[in-house]
């Protein structure tokens, strides 16, 4: 599901719509036992994220703009995963401690927190809409005529950036299975419950703290060459897990997870770059959208090998996914092929 920004319907109020939309089905999930009734609320839960999907980052990188201050974004929205990644942690750790009371307290209290955020959302952040463009130079509207969200992702659609959008999916279908299951296979190679827990959660702490490194990596490194780097090391990561040796396992999941957060942070600056302000919402909802997909499949391939070959020779074998990956990059990396036009490019960096 991709969220539609419209001009009466802005940033702040799609992330507003969707927050409230959750936080409802959430409770009405504990108000309600019947499974048909659970099954629409999950739906509605869905279109909820749906509406704050791309609305968020748009709003954040949108309002950096009118301030002159988009240099700063990837240095913000790490800081911004970083307290994301912490606070979901503590989140975890809180809800089992919930649980024990029940499962409508850990719901009611997520429920609780959506409601406050909008709170403090409506109070401190102003509205951007997608008519406000405030990052397109006079008279662009008029030129190219972008009716729909969908015309104007066919104007900035260079091959550079769609291949982009797929290798920055592929990433991310590489890591998530891979942390998920990382579990398993640690459990598989003679890892008790214990030291796992240890492991998976010192792994979400390193993949919180590792994406403050992206400022210096974007201004140092790039992200023509972090791409590559980032594949890379998943593969290396998925490699070395499939020797079998457990704690050759551990070493490769602390010390490889966080790069590809680093990653994440800078692609998603290049996607704010590339798209036009009117229409910047949607179009991150489609990208968002194209990653949770391959993110799915790459759930269902990554198990199906498991299954098939054993925990270690499945990790091993899903290495290919980053590979690939890799070699899609290729052709940008040495070509130099433009991700970005000079037409979207925010007014303060054609400045510079």
């Not at 800081?79 to 994301?84: D, E, I, K, V």
């Not at 490769?252 to 910047?280: M, Q, Y």
């Amino acid at each position: 599901m991709v969220a539609h920004e419209t001009p009466r319907r802005g940033r702040r109020a799609s992330i507003v719509i969707g927050q409230v939309l959750i936080a409802g089905c959430l409770l009405g999930q504990v108000a309600f036992s019947n499974y048909w009734v659970f099954l629409a609320l999950f739906i509605g839960q869905g279109v909820g994220m749906a509406c704050v999907s791309g609305s968020d980052t748009a709003l954040l990188y949108d309002l950096l703009v009118r301030r002159g201050a988009t240099a700063s974004y990837v240095k913000i929205k790490s800081r911004f995963t970083m307290l994301g990644t912490v606070t979901s942690g503590a989140a975890i750790v809180l809800g089992g401690q919930l649980q024990q009371i029940s499962w409508g307290v850990v719901y009611v209290g997520s429920a609780a927190c959506l409601v406050l955020a909008v709170v403090v959302l409506m109070s401190w952040v102003p509205e951007i809409r997608g008519a406000d463009a405030v990052d397109e130079q006079d008279g662009v509207e008029e030129e190219h005529g972008d009716a729909t969200a969908w015309g104007a992702m066919l104007r900035v659609a260079t091959p550079a950036l769609v291949t982009l959008v797929v290798v920055s999916g592929l990433m991310h279908a590489t890591l998530t299975p891979y942390i998920i299951f990382t579990q398993k296979t640690l459990s598989d190679q003679g890892a008790g419950t214990a030291l796992v827990s240890v492991v998976i959660s010192a792994g979400f702490f390193a993949g919180g703290l590792t994406p403050l490194l992206s400022d210096r990596a974007d201004r140092r490194i790039g992200y023509r060459v972090i791409v590559p780097v980032s594949l890379l090391t998943l593969a290396a990561a998925l490699g070395l897990s499939g020797l079998g040796l457990v704690w050759v396992t551990i070493a490769a999941f602390l010390v490889l997870v966080g790069i590809p957060e680093i990653t994440a942070v800078i692609v998603d600056n290049v996607f704010n770059e590339a798209v036009p302000s009117r229409h910047r919402a949607s179009l991150l909802s489609v990208i968002a959208f194209v990653e949770s997909a391959l993110i799915g499949i790459g759930y269902l391939l990554l198990g199906a090998l498991m299954d098939g070959l054993g925990s270690s020779v499945g990790m091993a074998t899903y290495a290919a996914v980053p590979l690939l990956a890799c070699l899609l990059w290729l052709p940008v990396l040495f070509r130099g092929a433009r991700v970005t036009t000079e037409i979207e490019k925010p007014a303060d960096q054609q400045a510079s």
